[in-house]
């Protein structure tokens, strides 16, 4: 996550990601033709929904506490995020229990939906 759009304690967040041909990334996916793995658009999608969770919790690391992510469901691609996009990225909780959270998460390019998905965390001591 590159800035922090938008926060709504306990709700959502809106955040977004500078896609740079810099990314070393790119120097093999895909030689020639350079697209921004999926996974690492699901890793977009869980930091912006780790900052929504930690900051609703109102926690800092000093405290003892980490966010893991800890799993995704029914994650799916809809176009490709390629080099100059900005990967605007979206997460509202779904539910809280025991420490482990549930967000539905979205990441678009100029409006159009890249992927959605289920994001998991969990807040657990260090």
Same mark, same amino acid.
Request: overall charge positive; charged content about 25%; hydrophobic content about 40%.
């Given at each position: 996550?590159d $800035?922090?759009?938008?926060? %709504?304690l306990?709700r959502?967040?809106?955040?977004? %990601? #500078?896609?740079?041909? #810099?990314?070393?990334?790119?120097?093999?996916?895909?030689?020639?033709?350079p697209?921004?793995p @999926?996974?690492l658009?699901? =890793?977009? &999608?869980?930091?912006?929904?780790?900052?929504l969770g930690?900051?609703?919790m109102d926690k %800092?690391?000093?405290d003892g506490?980490i966010?893991y992510f800890? @799993?995704?469901?029914?994650v $799916?691609?809809? $176009?490709?995020?390629?080099?100059g996009?900005r990967? &605007?990225l979206?997460?509202?909780?779904?539910s809280?229990?025991r420490g482990i959270? %549930?967000?539905?998460?979205k990441?678009?390019?100029d409006g =159009?939906?890249?992927s959605?998905?289920?994001?998991?965390c969990a807040? $657990?001591k260090?």
């Amino acid at each position: 996550v590159d $800035r922090l759009v938008d926060l %709504k304690l306990g709700r959502s967040i809106k955040a977004y %990601k #500078n896609i740079s041909v #810099n990314e070393p990334i790119f120097t093999g996916h895909f030689p020639d033709i350079p697209v921004f793995p @999926g996974v690492l658009i699901i =890793e977009a &999608m869980a930091q912006a929904a780790g900052i929504l969770g930690f900051k609703t919790m109102d926690k %800092k690391p000093q405290d003892g506490s980490i966010y893991y992510f800890v @799993g995704s469901d029914d994650v $799916r691609f809809k $176009r490709p995020v390629v080099p100059g996009d900005r990967l &605007m990225l979206e997460a509202s909780i779904l539910s809280e229990k025991r420490g482990i959270w %549930k967000f539905q998460c979205k990441a678009s390019v100029d409006g =159009e939906l890249a992927s959605s998905g289920t994001i998991l965390c969990a807040d $657990r001591k260090v």
